[in-house]
């Protein structure tokens, strides 16, 4: 595993930090395990500019900037106006996470689908106008999510913590969307993600932990953290029937495109 050159495409190190997590001694666990460069989501404004704190204290990480599903409204002109300046930041890679969440949870999740939609367009428009490509969070909104997509500006989108069939993903990937696969890829019920895995076309396939979820086997139930896409990478190669070291190395070449993030 330490020969392997991982990125992990998407995890969230504020989080990992509040759960107790050093984020310094995760970086050398990652680094030990090949994994060079972590990419670290913004949630809304005050979790995008942690991200970009951490970003500027750590040579291999950098981040998105976003408004997940769960915030209860759109952003303020003034919320805007500071996100679109942090994605001036020279390590601020692309809009997100952003989405669709139906998968309602009370006291967790309740902001209304419109209100979702509303946020996650203009989102996008944002993306387009910055020139950033866009991460999406997506539960059970498959294909509301694809019509936006469709409808909206053309801008480069990764399915990040990829969830749904090998029918969406075969539409996804008609679309040039890339596939971000986390942890969850091992778990024994998740019979549709490996199916899924199967048909992602090799150039558009990622890998993520999505850090502190979705910690894989043999370490589920444990804080994830981003040295475990590693474990990830290894169940993909084998579900993929492919050599590890060829598909540690197209993902890794997929997410530096996508992210445009120099060479460690």
């Known amino acids: 595993m330490a020969d392997l050159a991982l990125v992990d495409a998407h995890c969230h190190l504020d989080e990992m930090a509040r759960r107790g997590v050093s984020v310094v001694d995760a970086l050398a666990r990652a680094h030990r395990a090949g994994v060079h460069q972590v990419v670290t989501s913004g949630d809304g404004l005050t979790d995008s500019q942690e991200a970009s704190r951490l970003a500027d204290l750590h040579p291999e990480v950098f981040f998105t900037v976003g408004w997940h599903p769960i915030n209860p409204r759109p ?145 589920r139930g444990s804080v994830c953290e981003p040295a475990l896409v590693a474990a990830t990478a290894s169940r993909a190669a084998i579900e993929r029937g492919e050599c590890l070291d060829t598909l540690a190395e197209a993902a890794t070449r997929n997410t530096r495109g996508f992210f445009q993030l120099p060479a460690p």
């Open 75 to 219: 952003p303020t002109d003034s919320e805007v106006e500071d996100l679109r300046q942090l994605l001036s930041h020279p390590k601020a890679v692309a809009v997100g996470e952003i989405g669709l969440d139906y998968l309602l949870r009370p006291g967790h999740l309740e902001t209304p689908r419109a209100i979702q939609r509303e946020m996650f367009s203009s989102m996008l428009a944002l993306a387009q106008e910055v020139g950033r490509p866009v991460v999406a969070h997506l539960r059970h909104a498959h294909q509301e999510l694809l019509e936006l997509i469709d409808s909206g500006p053309t801008v480069p989108v990764m399915l990040h913590c990829f969830s749904g069939d090998s029918g969406f993903a075969e539409e996804a990937s008609r679309r040039g969307l890339l596939c971000s696969f986390a942890g969850n890829l091992t778990f024994r019920s998740a019979h549709d993600l490996r199916a899924a895995l199967k048909v992602v076309p090799t150039d558009l396939l990622l890998l993520e932990t999505d850090s502190p979820f979705l910690a894989p086997e043999p370490h």
